[in-house]
């Protein structure tokens, strides 16, 4: 139910003035004009104060996979606030040992322990750290394709373009991973581009020495930069290369875990099992800033007599790990991974395979409620479409009341896992109508 502070867009106007007066934001210019004000969001949809509604088609920065103002969530978060808000991280805490089970339960088999963090970089931060320690190695193995966080090892590990702004740490090698519809290996099939991608990053873990190598780090499904779901045999072979050299395997399920592929984790649609997993976003839905590093039973020994010279004030902080528990809960008693599963399979794959009809259509890929609809001025070259191009595809969407998620050329279609079979059919005819209107 909307809030009190609905159909007063005299509040919108002046949001956006103290907005642009005394907020910094992240990755833009700090006059870009920033209109879209959110004042309350129930389930898949949010508002203004003007009252006008969005069908959330971004789930926020791909996190609120249940979906907002989750009642059984916002209660134990409550209930946690009257109980205990802050607790220090060395001390022991029922909540914290409750989130660690529940986010456990969906770990792959052999993974024993969780470091809680505040957020999905400083999970990939100790991640790392872990791989390097229990080596004694120092060079990370990542993707040019990838987003990891914006801390000092994670942004390094990072590939796309925010990484050259802000390369600090030392020891980071990247490799090019599988994008068919890109290939860099001149590849005319999946299992080509599987092959030469796995043929490539051995060459480069070859060429660096392979005893200098601690991690090998992947996002399971790269998600800011595309939605690039792996071809089969992929990761598994990655795995291969991790065993052949002594290197140890961290799969970031960030943004593609809790829900979002249809499955608990994404790595579960694949035949692989990492040493070590980063999470954050969906695991609670961002509720709270939440993030951590599930552990492998041989890496988590390793510091059974060992100090490990890390940590983190609010790690494990009660509010957000009752915010996990009542998530992880509630997902699996309503079914929600189920249903993100059903909802991409049976409405959002159809519908948005039907949008190659349009001409600015490139191509189509995703699973589950995480998808991309790339976009390109010519189909046979396939060049990316202008920025101006995009500007007017998003907003066209939020004229018709959807909050699309825009990243370069692509429309990422991400949904909260919760989404029905109407409102994801609403949501796609909105995109076709918007990407028409473009076309024309």
């Given at each position: ?27 833009m ?22 009252g ?44 914290r040992n409750?989130a ?25 931060e ?45 020891g ?18 999946p ?103 599930m ?6 020994q ?21 915010s996990?528990?009542a ?12 249903n ?19 001409r ?16 390109v ?9 202008a ?10 969407c ?14 990422h279609?991400?949904?909260p ?5 109407d409102?994801a059919?609403?949501?796609v005819g ?11």
């Open positions: 139910m909307m809030n009190d502070t609905t159909n007063t867009p005299d509040l919108d106007a002046q949001a956006v003035a103290d907005d642009h007066a005394h907020v910094f934001h992240s990755w210019a700090q006059g870009a004009p920033r209109p879209f004000v959110v004042a309350g969001g129930e389930g898949c949809w949010v508002w203004n104060h003007a006008k509604r969005f069908l959330d088609f971004s789930s926020q920065l791909v996190n609120t996979n249940i979906g907002h103002q989750h009642p059984a969530v916002v209660k134990a978060i409550c209930d946690q606030a009257s109980t205990l808000a802050t607790v220090a991280p060395a001390t022991v805490s029922t909540a409750a660690a089970e529940a986010v456990l339960e969906h770990a792959p088999q052999g993974f024993t322990k969780v470091f809680f963090t505040n957020a999905g970089a400083d999970a990939v100790n991640a790392i750290r872990l791989a390097r320690l229990t080596t004694g190695r120092e060079k990370v193995i990542s993707s040019y394709r990838s987003y990891h966080g914006n801390t000092g090892a994670a942004i390094t590990a990072t590939g796309d373009w925010r990484r050259s702004h802000n390369e600090y740490a030392r980071h090698v990247h490799v090019f991973t599988p994008y068919l519809y890109r290939t860099e290996f001149w590849a005319t099939s299992e080509q581009e599987c092959e030469r991608a796995l043929h490539h990053m051995e060459r480069v873990i070859q060429a660096e020495g392979p005893a200098s190598v601690a991690a090998i780090l992947l996002e399971s499904v790269p998600g800011s930069v595309g939605v690039l779901v792996p071809p089969p045999g992929y990761l598994s072979g990655v795995r291969e290369i991790a065993d052949r050299y002594g290197i140890v395997l961290i799969l970031d399920e960030v943004m593609a875990g809790f829900g979002r592929t249809g499955s608990w984790l994404a790595l579960d649609l694949f035949d692989v099992r990492p040493d070590l997993v980063t999470f954050a976003k969906g695991v609670n839905s961002g509720y709270v800033p939440a993030g951590g590093v552990i492998s039973a041989p890496i988590a390793a510091f059974d007599e060992r100090v490990f010279p890390g940590g983190l004030t609010y790690s494990g902080h009660p509010l957000a790990m009752a996990i528990v998530t992880l809960k509630a997902m699996k008693d309503e079914g929600v991974v189920d993100a599963a059903r909802v991409g399979a049976d409405v959002l794959g159809p519908a948005l395979a039907g949008l190659l009809d349009n600015l259509v490139g191509e189509v890929r995703g699973v589950g409620v995480f998808w991309a609809v790339e976009l001025a010519e189909p046979q070259t396939r060049q990316p479409v920025m101006d191009v995009m500007g007017k595809v998003k907003a066209a939020l004229s018709r009341g959807l909050l699309p998620f825009v990243v370069e050329n692509r429309i279609v991400a949904p896992c919760i989404i029905t079979a409102e059919s609403l949501g909105i995109l076709a109508d918007a990407l028409d209107e473009a076309a024309r």
